[in-house]
Nanobody
Framework: QVQLVESGGGLVQPGGSLRLSCAVSGRTASSYPMYWFRQAPGKEREFVARISSSVNYADSVKGRFTISRDNAKNTVYLQMSSLKPEDTAIYYC??????WGQGTQVTVSS
C-alpha cells in the first residue's frame, strides 16, 4: 500500500522559512511525478509545486519555494522561504493514484 506522510509544518513569522517533508512508502518516489498542494481555510485545494524530470511552481510561490527529492530516503521536500501570511494552509504531498494524506499545517503569523 502506497502511503505519503507529510511533516515539518508549524508556526512561523512572516519572512521566515520552513522545510516540509513527504516520506513515501510503497512506491519509488523518483519513478513518479510528485506534487505539493495546499488548502487554505475556506478555499479550494491548489497546486504548489511539481517535480519529475523538471520542476514547476505556482506563480504565487515561484522564487520563494523549492521542491526537491532525496532518492536515497525516498522523500520529497518543499523548502519555503520568505513566507507570507497568505501561505497559511494545510500542505499536502500528492502522487497519482495515492490517497491524500493528513497534510501538515503551516501558519504564517506575527
Amino acid at each position: 500500500q502506497v502511503q505519503l506522510v507529510e511533516s515539518g509544518g508549524g508556526l512561523v513569522q512572516p519572512g521566515g522559512s520552513l522545510r516540509l517533508s513527504c516520506a513515501v512508502s510503497g512506491r519509488t518516489a523518483s519513478s513518479y511525478p510528485m506534487y505539493w498542494f495546499r488548502q487554505a481555510p475556506g478555499k479550494e485545494r491548489e497546486f504548489v509545486a511539481r517535480i519529475s524530470s523538471s520542476v514547476n511552481y505556482a506563480d504565487s510561490v515561484k522564487g520563494r519555494f523549492t521542491i526537491s527529492r532525496d532518492n536515497a530516503k525516498n522523500t520529497v521536500y518543499l523548502q519555503m522561504s520568505s513566507l507570507k501570511p497568505e501561505d497559511t494552509a494545510i500542505y499536502y504531498c500528492y502522487s497519482v493514484d495515492v490517497p491524500w494524506g493528513q497534510g501538515t499545517q503551516v501558519t504564517v503569523s506575527s
